[in-house]
């Protein structure tokens, strides 16, 4: 009972923060639409802005845990790359609260989020350097620096996020993506055959 309620009070912060924002949710309209005390509320977090942060929390981990299970099922290093490509795309346009943090700004909602944020490059920046060091052992990508490697295609990744998730239509993000994966994958120049 305990964790249904739980999950019903955050199930409805993480659909009002998204439509209403940090500033203009409140908690007691949290606890009417979940259709709990407020002093229920108050046996699980200490203020709005714990609620915001686990919400945070909890939207990083689906989307990791979803995007982790897409590379997952492919078979080879390039396969892999692309899978974790398209699935975070797929998932973060539902990370509703992300996406807003984004668009508002890390920093200027509260200081932690901007460390709960930097733990979801984080863990997509492992995801990618485990696919390209596995290419690399396999002799399918040559990089000099995995490490580096995979700090910069998260970071171009993440360049592009609020703008296509926001702006583009699916279609048109999967264009991008292939078009960004063929770059990624061949290059620019071409080369000339021997």
Same mark, same amino acid.
């Given at each position: 009972?305990?964790?249904?309620k739980?999950e019903?009070?955050?199930?409805?912060?993480?659909?009002?923060?998204?439509?209403?924002?940090?500033?203009?949710?409140?908690?007691?309209?949290?606890?009417?639409?979940?259709?709990? $005390?407020?002093a229920?509320?108050?046996?699980?977090?200490?203020?709005?802005?714990?609620?915001?942060?686990?919400?945070?929390?909890?939207?990083?981990?689906?989307?990791?845990?979803?995007?982790?299970?897409?590379?997952?099922? $492919?078979?080879?290093?390039?396969?892999?790359?692309?899978?974790f490509?398209?699935?975070?795309?797929?998932?973060?346009?539902?990370a509703?609260?992300?996406?807003?943090l984004?668009?508002?700004?890390?920093?200027?909602?509260?200081?932690?989020?901007?460390?709960i944020h930097?733990?979801?490059?984080?863990?997509?920046?492992?995801i990618?350097?485990?696919?390209?060091?596995?290419?690399?052992?396999?002799?399918?990508?040559?990089?000099?620096?995995?490490?580096?490697?995979?700090?910069?295609?998260?970071?171009?990744?993440?360049?592009?996020?609020?703008?296509?998730l926001?702006?583009?239509?699916?279609?048109?993000?999967?264009?991008?993506?292939?078009?960004?994966?063929?770059?990624?994958?061949?290059?620019?120049?071409?080369?000339?055959?021997?």
């Amino acid at each position: 009972m305990k964790q249904e309620k739980l999950e019903s009070i955050l199930d409805t912060a993480k659909k009002m923060f998204a439509r209403y924002g940090l500033q203009k949710t409140t908690l007691d309209e949290v606890a009417r639409m979940a259709r709990v $005390a407020k002093a229920t509320l108050y046996n699980y977090f200490e203020n709005k802005d714990e609620v915001y942060l686990e919400v945070l929390r909890r939207e990083i981990a689906d989307v990791i845990k979803q995007v982790s299970l897409s590379v997952e099922q $492919a078979a080879s290093p390039v396969d892999k790359l692309r899978a974790f490509v398209q699935a975070k795309f797929r998932y973060m346009k539902y990370a509703s609260n992300l996406l807003n943090l984004d668009r508002e700004g890390v920093d200027k909602l509260l200081p932690k989020t901007a460390e709960i944020h930097d733990s979801l490059f984080k863990k997509e920046a492992e995801i990618i350097h485990c696919i390209l060091d596995r290419g690399v052992n396999e002799g399918v990508f040559r990089i000099k620096d995995v490490f580096l490697t995979a700090q910069a295609i998260g970071y171009a990744l993440k360049g592009f996020e609020l703008n296509w998730l926001v702006q583009e239509s699916e279609e048109k993000i999967e264009q991008y993506l292939d078009e960004l994966m063929s770059i990624l994958f061949y290059g620019l120049i071409h080369r000339k055959r021997s």
